[in-house]
């Protein structure tokens, strides 16, 4: 392939997560030379794999949905069929707390939105006058829109659009959780009409629940490496990148330690913190640089709990209501059997807990749902303190653009304006925006392979 560029050096990406991989796929797919640096021993960054006992497991769990168009034809690119990868289910929600069911929704084979309101419509667990509200609110989705400015909370969103407290505490406010990592009360309005509207509004296809059978580092992150080194591209483990080199007001490199890597252009797709680190001392950047430094974190905590393989729920996962716990995974699909997944989402006491204290909490709460359950054989716990930025009103106003001020500096990861909420789709959307503008400026031939 002949692909000539305007500048000399490769594309340098810092940052192995899904935004960096997904930028270092599209580029190198083109045949530009591309070289990744991850501080880390491994690739995939807030969704990766480890090990716990004899099993590969996540840092966190992480749900795919069928509104992942960017993701899906990205695992498409590297050779990961989704259709062989992820396990395919129309959307099904089932909710409880101590006393038993709380809520079940199913969405049938309809046309979107059809499907959603038929599922509102027929859901087990609502008062007429709940169905009645919530069908009104479904219906009146596709017009509700709020710019940044005029933000307000999901709280105050589902207060305005008459929900009671019934579809409140049982139907909105766990997926406002499971959606922006930010409880009803603190969270943007704005991101959950975007997020609701991606899912439901489309294709019913959509909302469909797409369940990995694999660990998340054998899903995505090792054949996007495969793909990049198999075209020429070098990919960099342990490698902490420590500053941009900056001259005549142009990023024509990066300093790993004390190595010099002189690039043609170089990707930002790390974490916002450590994006903040990496553009210190560039004035063109001051601005972007206050508004990461007032973007704010969200926590995520996952629990593993390993019990007998015969531990098993009737779908592959439940909403847990009023407890620490907030969602329960099954990780059956992953061929796990007997293997349960905790999330608890967004800020709250738990996080202050030792160890202990959380997991015999948890412990306590799913004995209490599943008397029949016995204790688990062991646990493994895992704190995010900075999982996701935090979804409040108005936090668009503080994302920044893929391109930069300055020119040759890209920033890609899920905190950027994507327009969605901190999920998997936005960061790979976002790498692939900064690798699609780059291409544009850089290449005068480019056949893709």
């Not at 969602?327 to 738990?350: K, N, T």
Request: proline content about 6%; some cysteine; charged content about 20%.
């Amino acid at each position: 392939m002949a692909v000539a560029s305007r500048s000399s050096g490769p594309v340098v990406i810092v940052g192995g997560g899904w935004a960096g991989l997904a930028a270092a796929v599209e580029l190198a797919s083109y045949g530009v030379q591309v070289r990744l640096f991850e501080a880390a021993r491994q690739l995939g960054g807030r969704a990766r794999s480890l090990r716990f006992n004899d099993l590969a497991v996540d840092n966190g769990q992480h749900l795919m949905i069928g509104a992942y168009r960017a993701t899906l034809a990205l695992m498409d690119k590297v050779g990961r069929s989704p259709r062989k990868t992820l396990q395919r289910q129309t959307l099904g929600l089932s909710l409880r707390d101590r006393k038993g069911p709380r809520l079940a929704l199913r969405t049938p084979r309809l046309p979107a939105p059809l499907h959603l309101l038929a599922g509102l419509m027929t859901a087990r667990g609502l008062s007429l006058r709940d169905r009645r509200q919530a069908i009104r609110f479904g219906r009146r989705l596709a017009g509700l829109t709020l710019d940044a400015d005029g933000d307000i909370s999901v709280r105050a969103l589902l207060h305005s659009e008459q929900q009671t407290p019934a579809l409140v505490r049982g139907l909105w406010n766990p997926l406002c959780l499971a959606m922006l990592n930010t409880p009803p009360r603190r969270a943007s309005a704005r991101l959950f009409l975007a997020a609701l509207k991606e899912t439901f509004l489309a294709l019913r296809a959509h909302s469909d629940l797409l369940i990995p059978t694999l660990d998340l580092g054998r899903l995505l992150p090792s054949p996007c490496a495969d793909f990049v080194e198999a075209r020429g591209g070098r990919i960099e483990l342990g490698c902490r990148v420590n500053r941009l080199h900056v001259h005549h007001n142009r990023v024509q490199g990066v300093w790993v330690g004390e190595r010099l890597i002189r690039a043609s252009q170089v990707i930002v797709a790390t974490h916002p913190v450590h994006c903040r680190r990496l553009l210190e001392n560039q004035g063109a950047l001051r601005s972007i640089r206050d508004k990461l430094t007032a973007l704010g974190s969200e926590p995520i905590v996952t629990l593993y709990l390993q019990y007998p393989p015969s531990v098993r729920l009737p779908q592959a996962m439940t909403g847990l209501l009023d407890g620490t716990a907030q969602w329960l995974f099954d990780r059956r699909l992953c061929g796990q059997p007997g293997l349960m997944a905790v999330v608890i989402s967004g800020r709250g006491e738990h996080m202050a807990w030792e160890r202990d204290r959380l997991v015999q909490t948890v412990c306590d709460e799913l004995r209490a749902a599943f008397p029949h359950w016995p204790q688990p054989g062991s646990t493994l716990l895992i704190r995010e303190k900075r999982a996701t930025f935090s979804c409040t009103p108005g936090v668009d106003r503080l994302r920044p653009a893929n391109r930069t001020p300055l020119p040759g500096c890209w920033l890609a990861g899920d905190y950027t304006d994507t327009g969605l909420p901190a999920t998997l789709e936005g960061a790979v959307r976002s790498g692939l925006s900064c690798a699609g503008e780059i291409l544009q400026q850089e290449l005068v031939n480019c056949n893709p392979t």
